[in-house]
């Protein structure tokens, strides 16, 4: 199974709502990553686990929260988002990140299309 | 500063070859070039990596000069399902920048 599965698909949610998005791979990679993406731009890093641990915040807001339960799941709680918040949430995974010399290729999800209203 | 320059659109036709260029003027000792695929809606997807000369695989070649200033990556006889945003990236897996996108260079394959 190389393969990198997110839900939901879509997702409408209002400015008061709490709501996670769920990412799941089972190709026993260790690290695993959320980005967001908005429209005609570049992904951009917001979370990184690494063996289960966060190891890297970039700067996110704190109505994002991250969580992974276990090696093979990762959730993106939301909560009090804002308008400028809908995007594109990516989830990807990758062997390890930074344990060894290789530079690990990351397998991405189809991504959550977010809308905030 | 920013750390790859890549040119933001391309045409070409089915059949052609492509070559798309990246510029990394401040690449590290230890830096790696990715290349990855994005479709609308998609996730990006990885093509290649190199860390110098040539890398060739079943979809894409990789050409780094010496200096390793800059990269191209390069379709063979690209055709219609070609047509997505390539992203080059440059960084160190070791010290976890591997991690950001430059601003993609958009190629439009027409019949």
């Known amino acids: 199974d190389t393969e990198v599965t997110q839900t939901p698909k879509h997702l409408v949610m209002g400015m008061t709502n709490k709501k996670s998005l769920k990412c799941e791979q089972h190709?026993?990679?260790?690290?695993m990553y959320w980005y967001k993406q908005k429209a005609k731009k570049p992904p951009e890093l917001m979370f990184v686990?690494?063996?289960?641990?966060?190891?890297i915040n970039e700067s996110v807001p704190s109505r994002f929260s991250p969580e992974c339960p276990n090696s093979s799941l990762l959730n993106l709680h939301l909560h009090a988002l804002q308008p400028e918040d809908s995007a594109l949430y990516l989830c990807?995974?990758?062997?390890?990140?930074?344990?060894?010399?290789?530079?690990?290729?990351?397998?991405f999800g189809p991504g959550t299309r977010l809308t905030v209203l | 500063l920013a750390k790859t320059t890549q040119p933001i659109s391309m045409d070409s036709y089915e059949g052609q070859e492509v070559n798309i260029t990246c510029s990394h003027n401040?690449?590290?000792?230890?830096?790696?070039i990715t290349w990855y695929q994005q479709f609308p809606s998609q996730g990006p997807r990885f093509i290649i990596q190199?860390?110098?000369t040539k890398v060739t695989n079943e979809v894409a070649s990789l050409f780094i000069p010496a200096d390793r200033k800059s990269s191209t990556l390069s379709l063979p006889r690209v055709s219609l399902s070609d047509t997505a945003v390539y992203y080059c990236?440059?960084?160190?897996?070791?010290?976890?920048?591997?991690?950001?996108f430059g601003g993609g260079t958009r190629l439009m394959v027409k019949p």
């Open positions: 990807a995974s990758s062997q390890d990140n930074g344990r060894g010399a290789r530079n690990n290729e990351q397998f």
């Open positions: 190709m026993g990679h260790r690290a």
């Open positions: 686990y690494s063996y289960e641990k966060l190891s």
């Open positions: 401040n690449i590290a000792t230890n830096d790696y």
């Open positions: 190199g860390y110098k």
């Open positions: 990236l440059v960084g160190d897996n070791n010290a976890g920048n591997m991690l950001t």
